[in-house]
């Protein structure tokens, strides 16, 4: 339990109060950590210090010696499944319940703030924290977001969505500028956090280490009070990462309002002398000090002295969560085992899974339940298994001994299940791997054992995809992730049948690692990272593409089967300021009963420009027995049709026809349906003499304008495929194509510039001038 402290109820009027009693001094103060993990108290004025600790999938608070990184011991608890392995259970409620209960934990130990979700992009799977980020996809990772947040939160503990802003490598990460066009960062980059910031409103905001387009986040006003608090409405605290502060004072002016850790009192005293040398306006440090007042008192007010952190219950919930993550990704008839079959368990992971990865998200463990200690303490007498280790993870080392062990097991079973994956060594946080390879050790023990066993089975555990130079070898693949404490567990269930696998890819697999988008660009040149795919970031390059991969954005197999019928949309017709239903029946077609993912996607084949193939606009995870039926309904909105247009600063809908698709994952479409959408919103148009014919067309008044300047021009008269006469010899050198082509791209002062003299200068700006109050 944490220290018991009776704090009396603490308004919003009393706040304003104590700012108002408050020193400089003392302000200042409180815009920094008092040590790793403490913001400060106020003694003279009765303000506590409160706690912040890491998170996302667990509970990594540090009572004595503090660090960032996961070198000094944490208290004991439970870590649940990483981001990797939650967004593949496409599953909010599961996700919110997860928050739920380690919101309850961290009021058992006088935490105020757990320092997750993880949101932040998958733009390539080298990225060494990928393993605490929820997804390639900017929709699902602010949904899971989302999702996390409400279920903390409705314990009165707080959020701290991270890390804010295009922080997507390890590699000088405090020092690298991830460089991103407008669009880009609005669609891609930014709506991982949107949604779940705008409308599960975090108590907190972490800044990242990096710069945005030349800017440290934490320097940078656009992003931390622009669209934070002006566009999105957040009213929360913004936090820096541990130790991303550069410039107490301009972090402080643009928006970033606690310091963490401490600074020992340098960027305090710097604060006090930019607000007495009149550099730093008063009232910006009173708001600093207002919103993080706000979020202790939130947390203060609320404190749950009667909070239990009953690990045992809570290692059973890691376990429950575990259950939905894993993903199949292969099975030709191999699954589920039976349990009368011998079955040999190859490979260290059985033994000693890898469940988590290292840096600041790794838990102390209460308790870990491997594959193998799960068998021998509660299926012993159920199933027959033999173990080999097979390969050791301190170094990539192929022991043949080990192989040797390995093969004979495998030849005396009537299965072989392979447990592999990453070691720490491959990818954590603090560095970036640099490809996407297993250990030699481990594809070679694969293969060797394949060869002596048809029936072989691969259980991953790793936080990023991996290449698969065995996958036409062995008859399945489990991919587990880095699935918590509890993934033993979970695995053999599975394995067994006693868990239908219901996980889903929440980022592709490419074949290889040069396939991937960023592959020219990631790392960057120096301290510059150019985002030169933009918004085609995995699987709207490979859909675009039509690019195969090793499996895809959304993929999975169940033990049973489903089938999609009966799609309807409640218009054929709308404006972008309308929504429209969309409804589906989903039947479970086969025996046993199982978990669906529906996804739906959206696209617009005729674009003026350029888009992904198709977007994920919703999704639902249901449960189905089987013959059972559900219909589910989604709805949809302007954003499920809009780009970010740069023109306006703002979301955009095309006027035309867009698809609407049910899919089982990205390249599996089952049923679609059209629908004509119309702009409500007006493009602003300023024509110059350089703008095209062809893009001033688009309204007849503007073309008839145009055309009362071309009379009499013998030269426009030949790209007039409408009152040409073509000769044969004439026909075989302009064709129509090549005249409507020309037309269309030729720009206006053109038709001074083959006027002989006809139309002036003057007379081509008076007609620049008609044509923008037409538009306008």
């Not at 960062?185 to 956090?193: G, H, P, R, S």
């Not at 509890?486 to 868990?499: E, H, M, Q, T």
Request: aromatic share 8%; with cysteine.
């Amino acid at each position: 339990m944490g220290e018991t402290m009776i704090v009396e109820q603490v308004t919003q009027s009393k706040i304003e109060e104590l700012i108002s009693m408050m020193t400089l001094e003392e302000k200042a103060g409180l815009c920094s950590g008092k040590d790793f993990w403490h913001t400060k108290k106020v003694e003279r004025l009765g303000i506590p210090d409160t706690m912040v600790s890491d998170g996302p999938h667990g509970l990594r608070k540090q009572d004595l010696e503090g660090d960032h990184l996961g070198i000094n011991d944490s208290i004991k608890a439970v870590c649940f499944p990483t981001g990797s392995a939650l967004g593949s259970s496409f599953n909010t409620e599961l996700i919110e319940s997860m928050g739920e209960t380690l919101g309850n934990e961290c009021q058992a130990e006088g935490v105020s703030v757990i320092l997750g979700p993880a949101v932040n992009i998958k733009r390539s799977p080298l990225c060494g924290r990928n393993f605490e980020y929820y997804s390639e996809d900017p929709y699902l990772a602010t949904k899971m977001a989302g999702a996390f947040i409400d279920g903390v939160q409705s314990k009165n503990v707080g959020t701290s969505i991270k890390h804010f802003l295009a922080n997507n490598q390890e590699t000088r990460r405090m020092s690298s500028s991830s460089k991103i066009d407008e669009r880009t960062i609005n669609e891609i980059y930014l709506a991982a956090f949107e949604d779940a910031i705008k409308n599960h409103k975090p108590w907190t905001v972490m800044c990242s280490y990096n710069r945005i387009n030349g800017i440290y986040a934490a320097e940078n006003k656009k992003y931390l009070t622009e669209t934070l608090r002006d566009k999105w409405n957040f009213s929360g605290y913004v936090v820096s990462d541990w130790g991303a502060v550069n410039n107490r004072v301009a972090d402080l002016k643009a928006g970033l309002n606690l310091e963490m850790p401490s600074s020992g009192g340098i960027g305090d005293s710097e604060i006090v002398e930019a607000v007495k040398s009149g550099e730093l306006e008063e009232s910006i440090l009173d708001d600093a000090v207002r919103h993080i007042l706000t979020v202790e008192y939130r947390y203060l007010n609320n404190r749950d002295e009667t909070a239990v952190f009953d690990m045992e219950k809570d290692h059973e919930k890691a376990r429950e969560v575990a259950n939905e993550t894993i993903v199949l990704l292969k099975n030709e008839g191999v699954l589920p085992l039976k349990a009368s079959d011998e079955v040999a368990f190859i490979g260290k992971y059985a033994e000693k899974p890898r469940y988590q990865g290292g840096g600041s998200s790794h838990i102390n463990s209460y308790k870990i339940t491997s594959a193998l200690s799960y068998v021998e303490e509660n299926v012993k007498n159920e199933v027959h298994i033999t173990y080999a280790k097979g390969f050791d993870d301190q170094e990539d080392v192929t022991h043949e001994e080990m192989v040797r062990e390995a093969v004979e097991s495998a030849k005396k079973a009537k299965a072989a299940v392979i447990f592999a994956g990453l070691p720490d060594s491959f990818e954590s946080e603090g560095f970036d791997r640099t490809h996407m390879r297993m250990p030699q050790c481990q594809n070679y023990l694969i293969e060797q054992v394949a060869k002596v066993q048809p029936n072989t089975i691969v259980v991953l555990h790793n936080g990023s995809p991996v290449e698969m130079p065995w996958i036409d070898k062995v008859k399945g693949v489990v991919e587990a992730y880095l699935g918590g404490q509890s993934i033993g567990a979970s695995v053999v269930d599975v394995l067994y049948g006693k868990v239908n696998p219901s996980g889903r890819l929440a980022e592709t697999f490419p074949i290889k690692l040069e396939d991937n988008p960023s592959y020219l660009y990631y790392i960057g040149e120096g301290d510059q990272v150019e985002y030169k795919e933009g918004i085609f970031v995995g699987y709207r390059y490979y859909d675009a593409k039509k690019m195969p991969v090793l499996f895809p954005f959304g993929y999975g197999l169940s033990y049973t089967t489903f089938e999609y019928s009966n799609l309807k949309v409640d218009k054929e017709t709308m404006l972008d300021t309308d929504q429209v239903t969309v409804s589906v029946d989903v039947t479970n077609t086969g025996a046993i009963a199982g978990k669906e993912v529906v996804q739906l996607y959206v696209g617009k084949k005729e674009s003026k420009v350029l888009r992904p193939v198709k977007e994920l606009r919703k999704f639902t995870k249901i449960q189905l027995n089987p013959g059972e039926t559900k219909t589910v309904t989604f709805q949809l909105e302007k954003r499920a049709f809009a780009y970010y247009e740069t023109r306006i600063k703002d979301w955009y809908v095309e006027s035309g026809e867009y698809d609407i698709m049910i899919a089982r994952n990205v390249n599996d479409v089952v049923l679609d349906k059209k629908i004509t959408v119309n702009s409500t919103t007006s493009l602003p148009i300023r024509i110059t003499t350089d703008t095209t014919f062809g893009d001033v067309y688009v309204k007849e008044e503007a073309k008839e304008l145009i055309e009362s300047y071309l009379e009499g021009n013998e030269f426009f008269k030949i790209l007039d495929t409408e009152k040409t006469e073509e000769s044969d010899v004439a026909a075989e050198a302009i064709s129509k194509e090549m005249q409507i082509a020309m037309m269309n791209y030729m720009p206006l002062r053109s038709i001074r510039d083959y006027s002989n003299g006809s139309v002036t200068t003057k007379d081509l700006n008076e007609l620049v001038e008609k044509l923008n109050k037409i538009y306008q």
